[in-house]
């Protein structure tokens, strides 16, 4: 019978979440919120639905390890290479300005040195988990600040095995030197065990059992992977997600990853969505309506103190304000790994009530509505431009200052974007004499515009406003060389709406992007991925001799061939 009550509660969570989501869905809410929400409604401290949360939780450690063992799974290795940069220097100044934050602000409010370090650890790690969904339902896990994000909460994800192992020495219950050599010797040795794994051992098991065509014997060897290497790590004091991710990492080196992904990826749904609701579950109303004054302020202090720490990090790396503001806002919660953290210090007399109440409260809620900032995002760095101040601060001058400076202008060129492509499209408008504007968030990028003597704007080129202080109703023309996709299927739909015969053109890396574009109103779609294809067959081709006029045909095939094809 017990094993029918575990199934029941399974079936209240999975209908009850259905219901909310669906709602949600309908109000054009995220549904991970929706998630969340279910799980405050069903759990002990809501409707007293469903009551045993330890089963629940289990469930949810699943989901977590599983959901992290997809987005491991993603990144490979070679991926974190590209990104060690931003992994090492993003990363690891927001943990430590985080860290140092706010132990500084909890040495103000009288908290002892201990609780201080460990309250820094909790508030400097973000919630991995929902982050990255959210970017993935918006496809932006690729969009210059997804990488910066992406970047930041693998260093956070690593940052958490240290945290875990010098707990007891926090707790008064070790030695200090023996603690952190311990926690630098086994983060030391999991790093290279991952890296010998990843490149040695599991591709060749992978090729091995690939060969036997047998697909339930395939998906049975990646959960013995996933879950043997999150053991195995989970052994060093790190946590099963943790474990999880770099039991991903090791399968991404192999060249069966993606087929492990699809097969992986109904699972993960399930179990994630179990996640989400569990989280939803650790909020108390009670608690949050005894002490909402205190609760409310602490998030404040998280959301804005933390949004503000990953903004000013993303501005030393020199990233464009555009990238700032989104990461800032979509980092700026306390995360899952906050909360293992938590669970593992509980005991210890580290943090005490109501402190402890409180945090926990806080970061649920900040959790909750990170779907929400992910979604507000875009609209924040739209009106950036608007702010005359900052442009005043930064030296470049904002959109609506081009109503009068292109008034007269006829028949020209929008540029949006002034990277390589973009400042050689207005080269090239220069010499042909074609009036040409540009429009750019990334600061740098418009004071070089500035210096040369062009017309250009500091805007968000998505945004309906700057769209229309450019004159898009009178342009003959808009060049989108951005590097976000995202970005340039909302600007395609924006000036689209706003200016049905004006002609569209957008460049971008990959295939796959096509598409998208073309529905949402660009007359062409010039990929990257194809061109370089173009130009790579037709220099082989070349210097084979092959007649001109072949090379010709060749170049022609390649250019209409559908990625299907």
Same mark, same amino acid.
């Given at each position: ?38 799980? *405050? ?5 809501? !409707? ?10 289990? !469930? ?8 992290l063992f997809g987005i491991g799974l993603e990144l490979s290795l070679d991926k974190l290479r590209r990104l060690w940069k931003l992994i090492l220097m993003g990363g690891l100044l927001q943990v430590g300005l985080s860290t140092v934050s706010a132990f ?7 908290l002892p040195f201990n609780t201080s370090v460990f309250v820094g650890f909790l508030v400097a790690l973000s919630s991995t988990a929902i982050v990255l969904r959210g970017l993935q339902q918006r496809s932006e896990v690729d969009a210059p600040h997804g ?14 095995? /240290? ?6 020495? @926090? ?12 926690? &630098? &010797?086994?983060? *030391? =040795? ?12 599991? /591709? ?47 399968v991404a080196g192999s060249e069966y990853r993606h087929q492990a992904l699809a097969d992986l990826i109904s699972f993960r749904e399930v179990f994630s969505s179990l996640f989400f609701v569990s989280v939803g579950m650790l909020l108390a109303p009670a ?8 609760? @409310? +302020? @602490?998030?404040?202090?998280? %959301? ?26 979509? #980092? ?24 402890? $109440?409180? !945090?926990?409260?806080?970061?649920? !809620? ?5 779907? +929400? ?47 390589? =492509? ?5 080269? =090239? ?27 250009? +704007? ?11 202080? %450019? ?13 976000? /996709? ?15 015969? %004006? ?13 998208? #574009? ?19 067959? $037709? ?27």
């Open positions: 019978m017990h094993e029918l009550a575990y199934l029941r509660d399974l079936v209240v969570i999975l209908g009850f979440a259905v219901i909310i989501v669906i709602v949600f869905h309908r109000l054009k809410l995220p549904s991970i919120a929706g998630f969340i929400l279910s799980g *405050v409604l069903v759990g002990p401290r809501g !409707l007293e639905l469903i009551n045993d949360v330890q089963q629940v939780e289990v !469930l949810a450690e699943i989901g977590v390890a599983l959901l500084a602000v909890a040495r103000f409010w009288g990488r910066l994000i992406l970047g930041i909460l693998v260093f956070q994800d690593f940052a958490v095995v /240290p945290m875990m192992l010098l707990i007891p020495f @926090l707790s008064g219950q070790g030695d200090f030197t023996q603690n952190v050599f311990g926690a &630098l &010797l086994s983060s *030391v =040795a999991i790093v290279v065990g991952v890296l010998f794994a990843a490149y040695l051992i599991v /591709p060749r098991l992978l090729k091995f059992v690939a060969k036997t065509r047998q697909r339930h014997l395939f998906i049975l060897t990646i959960f013995v992977i996933c879950s043997g290497t999150a053991w195995l790590i989970t052994t060093s004091g790190a946590t099963l997600a943790i474990g999880a991710f770099l039991a991903g990492l090791v608690v949050l309506l005894e002490n909402l004054v205190p609760i @409310l +302020f @602490l998030l404040a202090d998280i %959301l804005f103190g933390k949004a503000l720490i990953v903004f000013i990090a993303a501005l030393i790396i020199r990233m464009p304000l555009r990238v700032c503001l989104l990461s800032a806002v979509a #980092l700026a919660q306390i995360g899952e790994f906050s909360l293992v953290l938590s669970f593992a210090a509980k005991g210890s007399g580290l943090v005490t009530e109501p402190l402890e $109440s409180n !945090l926990l409260t806080a970061a649920v !809620l900040s959790m909750f509505l990170t779907p +929400f900032a992910l979604a507000f995002g875009p609209r924040l760095v739209a009106g950036a431009g608007k702010i005359r101040i900052l442009t005043r601060l930064m030296n470049v001058a904002p959109a609506e200052d081009a109503v009068d400076r292109i008034r007269t202008m006829q028949d020209y060129v929008i540029i949006g974007g002034y990277g390589f =492509a973009g400042l050689e499209l207005a080269r =090239a408008l220069d010499e042909c004499g074609i009036p040409n504007v540009i429009v750019d968030i990334n600061i740098e990028n418009v004071q070089s515009a500035g210096r040369q003597g062009r017309h250009v +704007f500091f805007g968000d080129i998505t945004s309906n406003e700057v769209l229309v202080q %450019l004159g898009a109703t009178r342009a003959k023309e808009l060049i989108l060389v951005i590097n976000d /996709p995202s970005a340039a299927e909302r600007a395609v739909r924006t000036a689209r709406g706003l200016a049905p015969d %004006l002609y569209i053109i957008v460049r971008t890396y990959y295939l796959l992007d096509i598409e998208p #574009l073309l529905a949402a109103g660009a007359n062409e779609v010039i990929a990257a991925e194809r061109e370089s294809a173009v130009e790579v067959a $037709s220099r082989v081709l070349h210097r084979h001799q092959v007649d001109a006029k072949q090379i010709f045909r060749q170049r022609a095939l390649i250019s209409n061939r559908t990625e299907d094809e």
